[in-house]
T-cell receptor
Framework: GQQVMQIPQYQHVQEGEDFTTYCNSS?????IQWYKQRPGGHPVFLIQ?????EVKKQKRLTFQFGEAKKNSSLHITATQTTDVGTYFC??????????FGKGTSLLVTP | EADIYQTPRYLVIGTGKKITLECSQT?????MYWYQQDPGMELHLIHY???????EKGDLSSESTVSRIRTEHFPLTLESARPSHTSQYLC?????????FGQGTRLTVV
């Protein structure tokens, strides 16, 4: 079945540094989504990318979908302590359930 | 926004007991999923449903079963709980391709 790989598994940054997590799929995706899970919480939807090469921004967060629709990235500029959590990508092909990557746990120290 | 409810939030139960984890959503979504997640780890898809009377097993082998008799209700049952079932169970309801997660049930089997 479809596999979604995510790296790195963990990232520890100082507040103000940038952060990037990468997501790669073994198959072409119809769309990719990003979720954030705070410690002790549940995943919360951030954004969905659908088009090849698509780039979307949410304040300090920039999301990209690769030209081949097999990879994606999430970049956070100037991290803050409120960015702490685990970031998951989730991919789907038509008619198949969402498959989540293993997630990248971000720790931000002041 | 979808309203999705999981009960109980926390459950401690003895080995061999039968348990049912409840999941309900009020938005009429057809697609619903169950994920299993150990603390700080990845989400494993264990069951999904595309509508009433539709249930499929996910990628992670699970000894649980599900039913979907009504659109709004997607309960998960463990016939005989074991310590290896200790985990967090997350239910999600899908609107379009966006997943809305419940708060989760943290299950401990002693």
């Amino acid at each position: 079945g479809q596999q979604v790989m995510q790296i790195p598994q963990y990232q520890h940054v100082q507040e103000g540094e940038d952060f990037t997590t990468y997501c790669n799929s073994s198959t072409t995706l119809s769309n990719i989504q990003w979720y954030k899970q705070r410690p002790g919480g549940h995943p919360v939807f951030l954004i969905q990318l659908v088009k090849s090469g698509e780039v979307k921004k949410q304040k300090r967060l920039t999301f990209q979908f690769g030209e081949a629709k097999k990879n994606s990235s999430l970049h956070i500029t100037a991290t803050q302590t409120t960015d702490v959590g685990t970031y998951f990508c989730a991919g789907s092909n038509s008619g198949y359930a969402l498959n989540f990557g293993k997630g990248t746990s971000l720790l931000v120290t002041p | 926004e979808a309203d999705i409810y999981q009960t109980p939030r926390y459950l401690v139960i003895g080995t061999g007991k039968k348990i049912t984890l409840e999941c309900s959503q009020t938005m009429g979504h057809d697609k619903m999923y169950w994920y299993q997640q150990d603390p700080g780890m990845e989400l494993h898809l264990i069951h999904y449903s595309y509508g009433v009377n539709s249930t499929e097993k996910g990628d992670l082998s699970s000894e649980s079963t599900v039913s979907r008799i009504r659109t709004e209700h997607f309960p998960l049952t463990l016939e005989s709980a074991r310590p290896s079932h200790t985990s967090q169970y997350l239910c999600a309801s899908i609107m379009g391709t966006e997943a809305f997660f419940g708060q989760g049930t943290r299950l401990t089997v002693v």
